[in-house]
Every structure is written in C-alpha cells, then in structure tokens.
C-alpha cells in the first residue's frame, strides 16, 4: 500500500497528540534509520522536541531480503537521563524495535517509549511498540521511498 506525504504526515500528528495523553513526555527523539528519519523530523515540529538522532540501522538489504542479525551503527547516544521515544516507520516482526531498544538501554535514559507509525497484525513480534497508529498486513510504501514509488 503506498502512502501519500500527507497521509503520512497526517499519522505523525495523530501520533504526537495521542503520546502525552499516555502521561509520556519525551524530551528526545531516537529514530531507526532510514525509514524513520523523515518521520522524526515531523513529529519533532509537531511535539516541539528539537532533539533528534537517528542511528543507522540495517536489518534489509537493497532487494528486501532480510540480514541475518541487525546492524546497529555503534555509536555515542546523548540519552542519559531523558526521556526518550525510539520511532521507527513499521513494526514487522519487531526483531529492529528490539534490538534497537536493547542498545538504546545501555546509554541509561530515564526512560525509554517506541512507537511506530504501521504495526503488522499478521505477525508475531518479539516486542510490541508502545505506541502505533494503525495496524496492517500489507506491505507499506512511504514517500521517501523513492525506488519503490516508481
């Protein structure tokens, strides 16, 4: 299913009104890269939150097929002691989600949320985010997935 920019932005405003309702007001955004990248970026306008990081993160090579483990780009994350929500454009198996939140943990933040704009409901997932907006069984394809769009 392909999705408009609007459609999209739509969902990240949806997503940053629904998350302080939760009581969770996180004061720093960590974002999966690539997919979440132009995500974070919306919902830090919306929220008002000016920090954001993105870690590189493979989990998919160029054709789709998934790697063996995830690749988490190491690197210094200035999380101590905040409040942080990790987003990432879809939730599959949740096997990214996971292992990003695993090593977001060692930086020690207050406390740590992940949300998502697509969860997969046809599918098991080793972590459930805490926040989503709408759920699926298809495959989604986002604006900036330019390849994909053609």
Same mark, same amino acid.
């Given at each position: 299913?392909?999705?408009?920019?609007?459609?999209?932005?739509?969902?990240?405003?949806?997503?940053?009104?629904?998350?302080?309702?939760?009581?969770?007001?996180?004061?720093?955004?960590?974002?999966?890269?690539?997919?979440?990248?132009?995500?974070?970026?919306?919902?830090?306008?919306?929220?008002?939150?000016?920090?954001?990081?993105?870690?590189?993160?493979?989990?998919?090579?160029?054709?789709?097929?998934?790697?063996?483990?995830?690749?988490?780009?190491?690197?210094?994350?200035?999380?101590?002691?905040?409040?942080?929500? &990790?987003? *990432? $454009?879809?939730?599959?198996?949740? @096997?990214?989600? =996971?292992? #990003? %939140?695993?090593?977001? !943990?060692?930086?020690?933040?207050?406390?740590?949320?992940?949300?998502?704009?697509? &969860?997969? *409901? $046809?599918?098991?997932?080793?972590? @459930?985010?805490? =926040?989503? #907006? %709408?759920?699926?069984? !298809?495959?989604?394809?986002?604006?900036?997935?330019?390849?994909?769009?053609?």
């Amino acid at each position: 299913m392909k999705y408009t920019w609007e459609e999209i932005t739509s969902m990240i405003q949806a997503l940053a009104v629904d998350i302080p309702v939760h009581s969770y007001e996180p004061n720093i955004i960590v974002g999966i890269g690539r997919g979440s990248a132009a995500i974070c970026c919306i919902f830090g306008e919306y929220a008002n939150i000016k920090d954001v990081v993105v870690i590189p993160v493979v989990h998919y090579d160029d054709n789709r097929n998934k790697l063996d483990k995830v690749r988490i780009a190491d690197m210094n994350l200035p999380i101590e002691g905040k409040n942080v929500l &990790l987003i *990432d $454009d879809i939730c599959d198996t949740g @096997e990214t989600l =996971f292992e #990003v %939140k695993k090593y977001c !943990e060692k930086f020690n933040p207050n406390r740590l949320k992940t949300a998502v704009l697509f &969860l997969r *409901d $046809d599918k098991e997932h080793q972590i @459930e985010p805490d =926040f989503y #907006v %709408k759920s699926t069984h !298809e495959w989604t394809i986002s604006p900036w997935e330019l390849r994909d769009l053609e």
